[in-house]
Nanobody, 124 residues
Framework: QVQPVESGGGFVQAGGSLRLSCAASGPTSSNNAMGWFRQGPGKEREFVASIGWKGNTPLYKDSVAGRFTISRDNAKNMVDLQMNNLRPEDTAVYYC?????????????????WGQGTQVTVSS
């Protein structure tokens, strides 16, 4: 059983930065894509970013492209999300997920394992 565990959430003012980390413990495969999703207050869970097993060709939600950067360390089974120039609308619980296959994907149904989430709050 793979259990992703997120860390790094917190409270920040608009324009600030946070770095989220996800450690995928258990019998993981570095050949699987990993991704970040978020769920804001009263909203549906939405895709944020994904990275393939090779660490190239990442995918981003349009509104975070240029502000967020996803990266991974296969030797440590970890994936990070660097978030810069944060906005109040980025406030959400952020979830890490391990995909079924090797390619980055925006589709929630293509992810098999999910973390418990970490809260990110951005004040205006």
């Amino acid at each position: 059983q793979v259990q992703p565990v997120e860390s790094g959430g917190g409270f920040v003012q608009a324009g600030g930065s946070l770095r989220l980390s996800c450690a995928a413990s258990g019998p993981t495969s570095s050949n699987n894509a990993m991704g970040w999703f978020r769920q804001g207050p009263g909203k549906e869970r939405e895709f944020v970013a994904s990275i393939g097993w090779k660490g190239n060709t990442p995918l981003y939600k349009d509104s975070v492209a240029g502000r967020f950067t996803i990266s991974r360390d296969n030797a440590k089974n970890m994936v990070d999300l660097q978030m810069n120039n944060l906005r109040p609308e980025d406030t959400a619980v952020y979830y890490c997920a391990v995909a079924l296959g090797p390619l980055a994907t925006m589709v929630p149904g293509r992810y098999r394992y999910w973390g418990q989430g970490t809260q990110v709050t951005v004040s205006s």
